[in-house]
C-alpha cells in the first residue's frame, strides 16, 4: 500500500521568512496530493492541494510542486506569519476506490 | 461556511463498553470517512461509505468496528468493545467530489478508553 514520508517533523523560522515541507509517496498510481493544516484543538482543513498532471499549484503565499519522477511533493509557504503556526499534514491518495494516507506532520512555529 | 459538526467533543468509556461518535457531515457530500489519530501520530484512515454501504475500509477497522448512516444526515462511529488502544481522536469527514478528494473534517471527538 502507499507510504507517505514527511519531513521535517518540526519547523521553526522567523515571521517573514519561508517554510518549505517535503513529502515522499511510494505508489506511483497516487495522483491526488492535498495538504492539511491542524491547528490545535480543531480537525484538518485543506489548504491546498495538487493532482498528478500538474506540476506546480499557487494559492496566495502558499504553493505546491509535484515530482511524479521522484515521487516527492513539496509545500511552499512564503512571507510566513504568526498564524501559519500549526501542524502540517500531506497525504497522497489514488482517487478512486483507495484510502488517503497521510504523512506524519510537521510542527511549523513562525516566530514574531 | 458549512462544515462537519461532531458530537461529544469528548467521551470517556470504561474497557469493555460500546460507543458511538456521531457526526453530521455537510448537507450535499455523498461520501462519508472516519479516521483516528493517536496522540502525536499520524492521521490514520478508517473507513469510507457512499451510497449506504462501505467503500474501502483499513485494517485497523476490524469487526468491533461498524459504521451507519441512521438517517438522512448523520453518519456514526460504533465500537462495540472498547479496548485501551482505541484511545484516540477519532475524526469524521466528508466529500462532494468522489472518494478521496477534498475532504473537509470535523473537530474530532477525542475517546478515553480507561
Known amino acids: 500500500g502507499e507510504n507517505v514520508e514527511q519531513h521535517p517533523s518540526t519547523l521553526s523560522v522567523q515571521e517573514g521568512d519561508s517554510a518549505v515541507i517535503k513529502c515522499t509517496y511510494s505508489d506511483s498510481a497516487s495522483n491526488y496530493f492535498p495538504w492539511y493544516k491542524q491547528e490545535l484543538g480543531k480537525g484538518p482543513q485543506l489548504i491546498i492541494d495538487i493532482r498528478s498532471n500538474v506540476g506546480e499549484k499557487k494559492d496566495q503565499r502558499i504553493a505546491v510542486t509535484l515530482n511524479k519522477t521522484a515521487k516527492h511533493f513539496s509545500l511552499h509557504i512564503t512571507e510566513t506569519q504568526p498564524e501559519d503556526s500549526a501542524v502540517y499534514f500531506c497525504a497522497a491518495s489514488i482517487t478512486v476506490g483507495n484510502d488517503m494516507r497521510f504523512g506524519a506532520g510537521t510542527r511549523l512555529t513562525v516566530k514574531p | 461556511e458549512p462544515e462537519v459538526t461532531q458530537t461529544p467533543s469528548h467521551q470517556v468509556t470504561q474497557m469493555g463498553q460500546e460507543v458511538i461518535l456521531r457526526c453530521v457531515p455537510i448537507?450535499?457530500?455523498?461520501?462519508f470517512y472516519w479516521y483516528r489519530q493517536i496522540l502525536g501520530q499520524k492521521v490514520e484512515f478508517l473507513v469510507s461509505f457512499y451510497n449506504n454501504e462501505i467503500s474501502e475500509k483499513s485494517e485497523i477497522f476490524d469487526d468491533q468496528f461498524s459504521v451507519e448512516r441512521p438517517d438522512g444526515s448523520n453518519f456514526t462511529l460504533k465500537i462495540r468493545s472498547t479496548k485501551l488502544e482505541d484511545s484516540a481522536m477519532y475524526f469524521c469527514?466528508?466529500?462532494?467530489?468522489?472518494?478521496?478528494?477534498?475532504?473537509?473534517f470535523g473537530s474530532g471527538t477525542q475517546l478515553s478508553v480507561l
Open positions: 469527514a466528508s466529500s462532494d467530489r468522489g472518494l478521496n478528494e477534498k475532504l473537509f
Open positions: 448537507s450535499n457530500h455523498l461520501y
